[in-house]
C-alpha cells in the first residue's frame, strides 16, 4: 500500500514538488470526461435527474421517448452540457448546476452502465487529484530525504 501511495505521489504531484501537475492530470480526465458524457448525452443516456421522470410508471401523452417529452414539459430544466458537466463532477464543492440535474442511464445498454461506472471512477479521482493538489501547495506533502 506504502508503495502504491508514494508512486500516486510522484505522478500526480511529484512528492509535492511539482504541484502543477495535478492541474494537467486534472485537464486530462475533464477531457475525457467530456468525451465520455458527450457521447453518452448522444446516445440519450444521459437522463434528467428527475424523481418524476425515473420513475418508471410516467409515461409520457405523446408517442416520443420519456426524455424528449419530459423536457418538453419542463423548458426550464438545466440543459445538458458535457464539459460543465465533467468540470461540475471532476472538481469538488464546484456546482456548475449538471450534476444534481443529470445522471446516466443504467437501464438497457451495457454501454450505460459502463458511463455510471465512469461517472464513480471521474468523481473519485476529482477528489483524490483535488486533494493531493491542495496538499501539495501547502507543503504537507514532501518527499523524505
Not at 440535474?101 to 438497457?108: F, K, R, T
Not at 450505460?112 to 479521482?125: E, F, G, N, P, V
Amino acid at each position: 500500500l506504502r508503495v502504491a501511495l508514494l508512486t500516486l505521489f510522484d505522478i500526480v504531484i511529484g512528492f509535492g514538488y511539482r504541484p502543477l501537475w495535478a492541474m494537467g492530470w486534472s485537464a486530462v480526465i475533464v477531457y475525457a470526461g467530456f468525451v465520455v458524457f458527450s457521447d453518452a448525452h448522444r446516445d440519450r443516456a444521459m437522463v434528467p435527474n428527475n424523481p418524476f421522470l425515473l420513475k418508471s410508471s410516467w409515461k409520457p401523452d405523446s408517442k416520443a421517448d420519456p426524455y424528449t417529452a419530459f423536457l418538453g414539459a419542463v423548458p426550464d430544466y438545466q440543459p445538458f452540457d458535457p464539459l460543465a458537466y465533467s468540470i461540475d463532477t471532476f472538481v469538488p464543492l464546484v456546482n456548475l448546476h449538471q450534476e444534481p440535474h443529470w445522471i446516466p442511464q443504467v437501464e438497457g445498454k451495457s454501454a450505460w452502465s459502463l458511463t455510471r461506472l465512469y461517472l464513480w471512477i471521474h468523481i473519485a479521482s476529482g477528489w483524490i487529484i483535488t486533494a493531493l493538489f491542495a496538499a501539495s501547495l501547502t507543503g504537507l506533502v514532501k518527499k523524505e530525504e
